[in-house]
């Protein structure tokens, strides 16, 4: 079933559960600050509010639009009165649209499913290049300089998470709950389990080990 991924910055993100409508599933986020806290696989819609506790609106607006995670999002500013300049900005900014404000479940469901036939092929096309790790997310290939990387689906979407979140410390649980494998509950040495086998599918392309284990903390993929 494919996976609609609708993330908000109002608490509202928390709180919908999951809706299946035409065999996919619509799915429910936060998103804070720092973007996503998990592998995003399919379209992706982000709903920014205008006004938000740690930054403005028009700032996470850019944020997203520079991280190579969300860049092809389709971002609806969330304003709070139906403002000429205000939605200007919005746009200005890189949001796709925007609406008026506060949001309700069906209100979201009912933009996105009005709209996401456009866009959910973006995701589809997508592909890294980061130094000589190259993904390719159309043909589900990774290739190092060129040389194809043999990954099991479970080590692809790993690697994707990795290159997505370079030169930072991922612990166990964040490689769970950013593969989205935290139900049913996976013990966290499986992890482990899941870094050797990439680890040796790297090496096996002329990778060397990208992968560093930080003690006590857990994996940063280094990419200078």
Not at 94 to 113: E, S
Not at 133 to 142: G, K, P
Not at 190 to 201: E, H
Request: hydrophobic share 40%.
């Amino acid at each position: 079933m494919d996976v609609v991924n609708i993330f908000l910055t109002s608490e509202l993100g928390e709180s919908l559960d999951d809706f299946v409508h035409d065999q996919r599933r619509f799915t429910f986020d936060r998103l804070g600050p720092d973007g996503p806290r998990r592998l995003v696989e399919g379209p992706m819609w982000a709903f920014i509010d205008w006004v938000l506790p740690e930054l403005a609106g028009l700032e996470m607006c850019r944020r997203l639009r520079s991280d190579t995670r969300t860049a092809d999002a389709h971002v609806t500013m969330v304003l709070e009165e139906d403002d000429a300049e205000d939605r200007r900005r919005a746009l200005r900014a890189g949001a796709d649209d925007y609406v008026i404000g506060p949001l309700t479940r069906t209100a979201v469901l009912d933009r996105v499913l009005a709209l996401q036939s456009r866009t959910s092929e973006r995701l589809a096309t997508r592909r890294f290049e980061l130094g000589a790790l190259t993904i390719d997310m159309a043909a589900l290939q990774a290739r190092w300089d060129e040389e194809p990387i043999v990954l099991r689906p479970n080590e692809f979407r790993l690697l994707r998470y990795f290159a997505e979140n370079p030169n930072r410390v991922l612990t166990r649980d964040d490689l769970i709950n950013g593969l989205g494998k935290r139900e049913p509950p996976i013990d966290e040495r499986t992890v482990d389990v899941w870094i050797g086998r990439l680890r040796r599918a790297i090496k096996a392309a002329g990778g060397g080990n990208p992968l560093r284990t930080v003690r006590s903390l857990g994996y940063v993929f280094d990419l200078g």
